[in-house]
């Protein structure tokens, strides 16, 4: 079985680009279905209210239980002190299984880390080539599993992803997706130096064909174990240590909330502040 684990599907209501405007599916499933991928994380499209996004996810999956899996928006800024709330019902009202986070948004807070910690959620955290972070988050939060797309930057910023290369070899949290990595040699010293048990098959669809970005995995001539690990395996290991009812209490976090950007920015900018993708 071939699972993506990058997938964005619904309405966005920025209407400043593909990104936080629509994530259709309709070409999306007929291209998967065509490179054989059975099943997919869907995530919503960038939006001003994740809770009416991840709605839109959740009928999706809720109409298609055997083809798509869940993980739950939410932003550090806006859902500041709701975090737990969004993440609660989205795991046992939707049975979603993972969270989203995005820089675009806003830096990554401990309460979100705090709440997947108490759910045992994998966090899909895109960092924009923002990698020096990934050290701290993982090494404070070790029970969280991070997958971090993109090997760290959308925009090839090939820095920020060989510094992330080291990090998916020393952390045994952190975890990276093939979702937009045009430097295939990088795909290749992930799996030698980290191992296939740190990758994970994302496409970043609707946008990104998945048969191409599949294509790439396919290429690097894995064994038959270690391909299942990154064609889906891997990706079933961290969803299966979610739990429905949180374990402890629900975050306390009173700090600081992030700050924030509200123009419009451009996510797909390659520039020194923006590697990121969706």
């Known amino acids: 079985m071939i699972i993506d684990c990058h997938c964005h599907a619904g309405k966005g209501d920025g209407l400043t680009g593909p990104w936080d405007t629509s994530a259709p599916l309709e070409d999306y499933l007929r291209r998967a279905s065509a490179a054989g991928i059975s099943r997919t994380v869907l995530l919503a499209a960038f939006h001003s209210d994740y809770a009416t996004a991840n709605r839109q996810v959740a009928r999706l999956v809720k109409r298609h239980p055997e083809r798509f899996y869940g993980f739950a928006f939410v932003h550090a800024v806006r859902d500041r002190g709701r975090v737990f709330e969004r993440v609660q019902e989205a795991v046992r009202r939707y049975g979603f299984r993972g969270i989203k986070v995005h820089r675009y948004d806003a830096r990554i807070s401990r309460e979100i880390c705090e709440v997947a910690r108490a759910f045992a959620l994998p966090i899909l955290y895109d960092v924009m080539g923002e990698v020096s972070g990934v050290e701290l988050i993982a090494t404070e939060y070790p029970e969280v599993s991070f997958i971090i797309p993109h090997l760290g930057s959308f925009a090839d910023d090939w820095r920020a992803q060989r510094a992330l290369l080291d990090l998916l070899a020393r952390l045994p949290n952190v975890h990276a997706d093939t979702a937009g990595v045009r430097r295939f040699d990088l795909l290749e010293e992930a799996v030698e130096r980290a191992g296939a048990h740190k990758l994970l098959f994302g496409s970043d669809g609707p946008w990104l064909h998945p048969g191409v970005e599949l294509a790439k995995v396919l290429a690097l001539e894995l064994s038959p174990k270690d391909r299942q ?38 996510p797909w900018t390659p520039d020194a502040l923006r590697g990121g993708g969706c």
Request: with cysteine; charged share 30%.
């Open 229 to 266: 690990l990154v064609l889906g395996g891997n990706l079933l290991r961290l969803m299966g240590r979610c739990r429905p009812r949180p374990l402890g209490r629900r975050s306390a976090w009173k700090g600081p909330a992030p700050s924030v950007e509200e123009e419009p920015r451009d």
